[in-house]
């Protein structure tokens, strides 16, 4: 779900999933992007958090995941003065369905967005890839035991 504030910027809810295995992340970047994310995408009005992630991860990957547990709810602070955005996201731990995805080489998946890349990187390259946000750069090597409440400010670095 986006709000935008005529003036202020852009206020967004978003999920985002952290799908680890076999010691891998798997992250996904636009092909006209030189940066990572997780997959994820908007909530949408009246969808839930946990909802929007299932969903939004049929319709990149082509799979279905299943929910284990929130990770992080995460505030985050981006973009230029004149376009800054406020992003309420929830991050949640999923579990792979299909074990055709798995790492391995290359990942080919069956979704509908052909302008995506998908890659599985291993977990101890996190901390060097240009990622974003960047908290997952640390945050992806110990995932926490219980939800935690981040800010991240890239708008002033903290």
Same mark, same amino acid.
Request: aromatic share 10%; with cysteine.
């Given at each position: 779900m986006?709000?935008r504030?005529?003036?202020?910027?852009?206020?967004?809810?978003?999920?985002?999933?952290?799908?680890?295995?076999e010691?891998?992340?798997?992250l996904?970047?636009?092909?006209?992007d030189?940066?990572?994310?997780l997959?994820?995408g908007?909530?949408e009005?009246?969808?839930?958090s946990?909802?929007?992630?299932?969903r939004?991860?049929?319709?990149?990957?082509?799979?279905?995941?299943?929910?284990?547990?929130?990770?992080?709810i995460?505030?985050?602070f981006?973009?230029?003065?004149?376009?800054?955005?406020?992003?309420?996201?929830?991050?949640y731990?999923l579990?792979l369905?299909?074990p055709?995805?798995?790492?391995?080489?290359?990942?080919? =998946?069956?979704?509908?967005?052909?302008? $995506? @890349?998908?890659?599985?990187?291993? &977990? %101890?390259?996190i901390?060097d890839?240009? /990622?974003? =946000?960047?908290?997952?750069?640390a945050? $992806? @090597?110990?995932?926490?035991?219980? &939800? %935690?409440?981040?800010?991240?400010?890239? /708008?002033?670095?903290?």
């Amino acid at each position: 779900m986006k709000l935008r504030i005529e003036g202020k910027g852009t206020v967004v809810i978003r999920s985002s999933a952290v799908i680890v295995a076999e010691g891998h992340v798997l992250l996904h970047r636009h092909v006209s992007d030189e940066f990572w994310s997780l997959i994820g995408g908007g909530v949408e009005f009246t969808e839930t958090s946990s909802d929007a992630i299932i969903r939004e991860t049929q319709e990149e990957l082509g799979a279905v995941c299943s929910v284990d547990r929130l990770l992080w709810i995460v505030e985050s602070f981006f973009g230029p003065p004149i376009n800054r955005w406020h992003e309420v996201g929830f991050y949640y731990l999923l579990k792979l369905d299909d074990p055709a995805l798995i790492p391995s080489a290359s990942l080919t =998946p069956n979704g509908k967005e052909d302008d $995506l @890349l998908f890659r599985w990187f291993p &977990v %101890e390259e996190i901390r060097d890839l240009a /990622i974003y =946000p960047v908290f997952l750069r640390a945050a $992806l @090597l110990d995932l926490p035991g219980c &939800v %935690e409440h981040v800010v991240n400010n890239e /708008i002033d670095g903290s």
